[in-house]
Structure formats: C-alpha cells, structure tokens
C-alpha cells in the first residue's frame, strides 16, 4: 500500500522522472550485481532478520568502492522520549510491534566489515542521540 500511495503522490504532483520503484526482501533484491554507485538504507535493518546475507546482497548489487549509507535506531534513548511523542499525538505503540531488533553500532559494524570498509560512524542528535548512521565503501 505505501509504494501504490508513493506513486499515486508522484503522478499528482507531476514527476517526469519516476523512480523505479520495486518491493523485494533486502535479503534477495532483483537487482543485477554492480548496479548502484550509492545505497541508503534508513531505519530497515531494526526490522531484517539474516543481517549477514542482507548485508552481502547489498555488497552484491553496489559497485566495488561503492557507498552504503546505513540508519537505524538506538532504542533505549528513543524509548525515553516516547511519552513525549504520545503527548503530541504520535502512535508510538506501532513502533514496538514491528522494531524486532535493537542492534548496538558495534554488532552492525562488525558484521558490516565482511563486505565494508568502515569509513565513519556517528550517533545523533549530538545532544541526546537516537540513531546510529554509518557509512561505509563496498570492499569487492
């Protein structure tokens, strides 16, 4: 349902230049191999089981020394802010159904560096920070 309202918002706001737009396990994209110079992957890897083979599929269809952009939350500083969020009218609750992992950046870095080399990790908001962001080259 989000990519046929992704697309519905496209055509009514006139975009030319469509995506292509593909829904695929991250485990097994339909992609051929070397095809992407840059990936972006926000706030999925909480949700992917098999972080190993979703991570070497990435590999898979990135060019060698291509960049992977990684995001994904630090769970236990978000969850002090949810009372917060529930007082301006956000539904929180959803996020404790389908937030299956709380991945530390070490464990995703470690099992990134199969694949990546690391290049920088950051923590952020600065002040009190809710989400890992990594970014990293493909090794192959």
């Known amino acids: 349902p989000a990519l046929k309202k992704f697309k519905r918002i496209l055509e009514r706001e006139g975009y030319t230049q469509k995506p292509v737009i ?9 992609f051929k191999d070397n095809s992407f110079d840059i990936g972006i992957c926000t706030e ?13 599929e990435m590999s898979r269809i990135l060019k060698k020394d291509g960049t992977l952009v990684i995001t994904f ?15 301006l009218g956000m539904n929180v609750n959803v996020l ?8 530390s950046s070490e464990v995703i870095i470690e099992k990134l560096k199969k ?24 090794k192959k």
Do not use: G
Request: glycine residues 0%.
């Open 96 to 103: 404790k159904e389908v937030t299956f992992f709380d991945y």
């Open 22 to 30: 593909k829904q695929a396990f991250i485990q097994y994209m339909p």
């Open 73 to 87: 939350p630090i769970e236990k500083q978000r969850d002090k802010i949810y009372p917060i969020a529930r007082l």
């Open 115 to 138: 694949n990546f080399t690391i290049k920088k990790s950051y923590k952020f908001p600065m002040i009190f920070p809710i989400t890992n962001l990594i970014v990293c080259e493909n």
């Open 44 to 56: 999925v890897i909480e949700h992917t089981v098999e972080l190993d083979l979703a991570f070497k």
